[in-house]
């Protein structure tokens, strides 16, 4: 009777990583004996808890004792480290394949979560993998009357291709996987492997680690996208009882299961392309078929052949196995959509029923059936004596001895030859050990942890050359690594590298044309993106940790070459003055997509594509409409060296593209053709339009009704400038006459529940940089005015540099709300520079939906304002400059509700002044008896000294409103010199005389700032005192008289 079991499913989540780390990431797990919870760190409040059937915490609470091994801290430690998970998982595997079972053993979870340590280890902390190898041949050691066969293979699969990690012969579009009704799919031509020690297994997994690496590299494979499965097979045979065990045993690495964002590759017409995660999205969709099945829902189909992965994993998933899942996860908040998708994957997986039966062996029971047939032939030929059919049943008895002979001994000669090769490999492997204590080496490093460190290339005494052909002393695969590329020489104790011409080296982040002498770990880059280590003389070696230059040291190496930094980024943290997180995250990101964009380039190049990527940082200076910093992003320019057209891709996006163009390069090394047609080729885009730069036009002046003439910068993403924008916003009446200086007015509620009108007019848009590159191209400038629900955008311009627009439009807003009058003025107008290429669409420039009958725009409309979050969060930080332009516009705020006093004041004094003269007129009509008392009686003002004091009045806010346009005219200059000195880089290049007048001009710059700032507020309370001692003056006059 089969058994039924539920796939076993456990969780571990790992320590923080050094980026992790460096981003001040939050750990956003909590464990809690089977259950895990996760918290949403965007809601705090909002947790999702998932029960599994083991959950590890390896996050906190460990050491490293003298061994190298994490341990427990101590006795109130939860820790869970390598031990404890193969006593709970790994001896479950064990345990199944001695009873008989099918087991499998699968690792889950994106790129960087632990994976790999969980199943393969690292150093004294070895993973699943191993100690189940050697754990199976301990008690074989030490068992009579049994007879045990192992076999050994070990496959990736990259991009539905299967590779034998253990042949040295790679064959073109990988092996084939086939299906046999006995024994299901199975992979034709895999090399099987027997072994009789735990020894020989650590050595074949080395060897195909080896591959592995070699592969990744001439293949220009992704490891992280890349499958790895070992299998072993294990046969116990009972030789007293005739009885026949066997098991299979999958032990499989599973590729990084990243999460496409939705503003990245779905908007890619090419986004289903690729096959590199057709595997894992399969793999998906059967363990939710499955799943389902479990519910007791209909499903029709399991799609089990959509895939080689799942082709291979059939038994382990609802069939003939009993498989075990650990799903690992990252702590952080930088991490929670991947880690919540993992959980929910596993919570899947966990409800899928398999039904495992113990296994006996076809061959034995070929045997079996070969014996029983000879005991019948034996039969028969006793009972037929010596009749004619004798000879012909003695040939049969004979032949079938023969057949079980030959099955019987096919796995003594299988493992002596096994045993021949792996003592080659052994000699092979002392002969290297001896090589490294004599010469020095080229160490590879790989962006996965695993495969660095696995290849060494010694640089022997005189001259060897590097390349990819057969004939050097080193050859070398890769993307951008020639035939000849290189030559090192060690003569006397030294070692130089000297580039071939055209050849591409880099050491230490340096790119090098001549010879070069390398120290003893130096960083070498060869060709596009093969990085290596060099380790020098044995005498020049240290017990430094060789640990630390790993993959991401050598990109950050090269990225401070080329003058890319966090500092850079230059958005600090003013609290603790650490850098922020999410600039972190942008530097991370930029420097893991380095090399690839370097590949990219490099395959461009030789398929002759003719284009140029480059990185570039999305909003690195750029601001919103209140000045706060945009989320930065990486994203790639794509330009046609020919046709100069450009394109933008989001990272994204780029890497869905990437992996096409290694399908296609992948061709082309395997001599293949490279031909798809221009809908299909990952290369090539529609032509679109490119956003150049924004320029900001804050509206403060248009809450006062002033007239706001701009000459404004356009700066690109960079800071740096693309355009000059002459822009005029007026205030008007509502058939569009302009307002002047009378129109102005002191405070902005009053314009609250009022019609407010007003126009923009564009006029001109100067040197413009995209045209000055080439002058075919063409220019449309867009904004979009507080509530409207999309952007306005201007008639296009072709080929003019000093493009004339001369367009303006006439906005209304009814009736002006609190929120309108607030995003007048703390918000500026954000206006788009877009780029215009030959052949693409044009952004669209009617307004036919939008203007009213009366030919205007309406604005602050209740019905259709959207809710918006007009402030960023807390995690966009703002400059010390800024925050004290923010502290100016406080300040004013107050003198505004100082000034409203003194006009209620004088309101209430009006209102005193016109009782009293109403009291006088009818005082006057009646006789007063006290003459005396009439005379000491104050006069009332007359009739000419009310309308004087109502004139005061007017003619103090009239000043009033003009200080304010002087002080916001002086304001728009300084956030002007603000935002120039926001935006001044520093020069790239090391030269000291240019940093040294860089440096002035900064200087020079910053007392310009600070002179002006203080000028306006000096002039603004000096203008807002006099008026106020004007006020009281006058006050005081009236009361006297």
């Known amino acids: 009777m089969p058994s039924i079991d539920s796939v076993k499913v456990a969780v571990r989540v790992r320590p923080f990583s050094q980026r992790e780390k460096d981003a001040c990431s939050r750990c956003v797990i909590s464990m809690n004996s089977s259950s895990t919870s996760i918290y949403d760190p965007k809601n705090p409040g909002h947790m999702k808890t998932f029960t599994f059937d083991l959950a590890y915490w390896s996050h906190s609470g460990f050491l490293k004792d003298k061994d190298g091994m994490l341990v427990s801290s101590g006795s109130n430690s939860r820790y869970a480290g390598q031990r404890e998970v193969f006593h709970d998982l790994g001896q479950g595997v064990l345990d199944n394949a001695w009873q008989g079972y099918n087991a499998t053993l699968l690792a889950y979870?994106?790129?960087?979560?632990?994976?790999?340590?969980?199943m393969i280890g690292y150093g004294a902390n070895r993973g699943i993998i191993p100690v189940v190898c050697e754990e199976l041949f301990k008690p074989i050691q030490n068992q009579k009357n049994k007879q045990y066969q192992v076999t050994f293979s070990m496959l990736e699969i990259y991009n539905e291709q299967v590779i034998d990690l253990l042949s040295e012969t790679k064959k073109p579009g990988g092996l084939k996987v086939r299906e046999d009704q006995q024994q299901g799919f199975y992979v034709d031509g895999l090399k099987l492997v027997p072994c009789d020690s735990y020894a020989q297994i650590e050595r074949l997994m080395e060897q195909g680690t080896k591959i592995r690496t070699t592969a990744s590299t001439s293949m220009n494979a992704t490891s992280s996208r890349s499958h790895m499965v070992i299998t072993i097979q294990f046969k116990q045979i009972f030789l007293?009882?005739?009885?026949?065990?066997?098991?299979v045993i999958n032990l499989v690495d599973l590729a990084g299961s990243e999460r496409q964002k939705s503003s990245g590759s779905e908007g890619d017409r090419l986004r289903e392309g690729t096959r590199v995660n057709l595997s894992l999205t399969t793999l998906g969709n059967v363990i939710s078929a499955l799943a389902e099945v479990a519910m007791g829902k209909k499903v029709l189909h399991i799609p089990y052949r959509d895939s080689v992965l799942t082709k291979l994993l059939q038994s382990a998933l609802g069939g003939n196995s009993?498989?075990?899942?650990?799903?690992?996860?990252?702590?952080?908040?930088?991490c929670y959509e991947e880690t919540l998708s993992t959980l929910r994957y596993a919570e899947r997986t966990k409800k899928i029923k398999n039904k495992a039966v113990i296994n006996a062996s076809p061959?034995?029971?070929?045997?079996m059936e070969l014996k029983a047939e000879n005991n019948k032939l034996l039969s028969r030929l006793t009972g037929l004596g010596n009749s004619g059919k004798t000879e012909e049943l003695q040939c049969l008895l004979a032949e079938n001895e023969l057949r079980i002979r030959t099955i019987q001994l096919t796995w003594e000669y299988r493992l002596e030859e096994a045993q021949k090769e792996w003592e080659q490999q052994y000699a092979a492997i002392t002969q290297e050990r001896r090589m490294m204590e004599t010469f020095p080496y080229l160490l590879n490093i790989n962006e996965d942890p695993q495969l660095s460190g696995v290849l060494k290339h010694f640089i022997q005494d005189g001259s060897c050359d590097v390349g990819q052909s057969a004939s050097n002393a080193i050859t070398l695969k890769g993307l951008g690594i020639l035939d000849k590329h290189a030559t090192f020489t060690n003569t006397e104790g030294k070692v130089t590298v000297t580039p071939r011409e055209k050849c591409k080296i880099v050491v230490n982040g340096v790119p090098i044309t001549m010879k070069t002498k390398l120290q003893h770990l130096d960083r070498v880059i060869l060709g596009s993106n093969s990085a290596y280590l060099y380790v020098g003389f044995p005498a020049e070696r240290t017990n430094e940790d060789l640990i630390r230059y790993d993959y991401d040291f050598f990109q950050s190496e090269l990225a401070a070459a080329e003058g890319f930094s966090v500092d850079k980024l230059g958005v600090v943290n003013n609290k603790d003055g650490k850098p922020d997180p999410s600039v972190l995250a942008v530097f991370h990101d930029y420097i893991k997509l380095m090399p690839l964009v370097a590949e990219a380039n490099q395959m461009s190049e030789e398929l002759k594509k003719e284009?140029?990527?480059?990185?570039?940082v999305k909003n690195l200076a750029s601001s919103d409409s209140r000045g706060y910093d945009l989320q930065k992003?990486?994203?790639?320019?794509?330009?046609?060296?020919?046709?100069?057209?450009?394109?933008?891709?989001?990272?994204?996006?780029?890497?869905?593209?990437?992996?096409?163009m290694e399908e296609i390069y992948q061709h082309l090394l395997d001599g293949e053709d490279v031909y798809v047609s221009q809908d299909c080729d990952p290369f090539w885009d529609p032509i679109e339009v490119i956003h150049l730069g924004s320029a900001h036009i804050w509206l403060q002046s248009l809450a006062y009704c002033m007239k706001l003439e701009e000459q404004t910068e356009v700066l690109n993403s960079e800071g740096m400038e693309e355009a000059i924008l002459l822009i005029n916003i007026v205030p008007c009446s509502s058939d569009g006459r302009a307002f002047g200086e009378d129109d102005m007015i002191v405070d902005p509620l009053e314009l609250l529940g009022r019609r407010i009108d007003f126009q923009i007019h564009i006029l001109q848009c100067l040197g413009v940089k995209w045209l000055r590159e080439v002058t075919e191209r063409g220019i449309q400038i867009g904004y979009r005015v507080y509530d409207l629900p999309q952007s306005l955008y201007t008639k296009p311009v072709w080929k003019n540099m000093n493009a004339k627009i001369e367009e303006t439009v006439h906005f209304s807003a009814l009736s002006a709300s609190h929120e309108f009058l607030n995003y007048l003025q703390?918000?500026?107008?954000?206006?788009?520079?877009?780029?215009l290429q030959e052949g693409c669409a044009e952004l669209d420039y009617s307004l036919q939906d939008m203007v009213t009958s009366k030919g205007t725009i309406i604005v602050d409309n209740p019905k259709t304002l959207i809710a918006k979050d007009i402030g960023l969060g807390t995690a966009n930080q703002i400059s010390e400059l800024y925050l004290k332009l923010l502290k100016l516009e406080e300040e004013t705020d107050l003198l505004?509700?100082?000034?409203?006093?003194?006009?209620?004041?004088?309101?209430?004094?009006?209102?005193?002044?016109?009782?009293?003269e109403t009291g006088h007129h009818e005082s006057k009509k009646l006789k007063s008896p006290n003459k005396r008392a009439i005379k000491t009686t104050k006069q009332p003002l007359s009739s000419k000294e009310a309308d004087q004091m109502c004139n005061h009045r007017t003619s103090y806010d009239a000043e009033f409103a003009k200080a304010l346009k002087v002080f916001y005219q002086n304001m728009n200059i300084v956030r002007g010199q603000f935002l120039k000195l926001k935006h001044s880089k520093p020069p790239e290049e090391d030269n000291l005389q240019m940093l040294r007048l860089f440096t002035e001009r900064q200087s020079h710059m910053l007392k310009d700032f600070g002179e002006q700032l203080e000028s306006s507020i000096c002039r603004l309370k000096n203008d807002v005192a006099l008026i106020v001692k004007k006020k009281r003056e006058s006050k005081h006059g009236i009361s006297s008289s």
């Open 611 to 616: 284009l140029k990527l480059e990185l570039k």
């Open 633 to 660: 992003e990486v994203i790639v320019k794509v330009t046609n060296k020919i046709t100069n057209q450009v394109w933008v891709w989001s990272k994204a996006k780029f890497i869905n593209r990437k992996f096409l």
């Open 896 to 916: 505004r509700d100082i000034n409203r006093g003194l006009r209620e004041e004088n309101a209430s004094l009006k209102d005193k002044l016109k009782k009293w």
């Open 322 to 334: 009993r498989t075990i899942m650990i799903a690992a996860i990252s702590p952080a908040d930088i």
């Open 363 to 367: 061959m034995e029971k070929h045997i």
């Open 109 to 118: 979870g994106q790129t960087g979560s632990g994976k790999s340590y969980s």
């Open 826 to 835: 703390k918000n500026a107008l954000i206006v788009d520079l877009w780029g």
């Open 240 to 247: 007293d009882e005739d009885i026949t065990k066997q098991s």
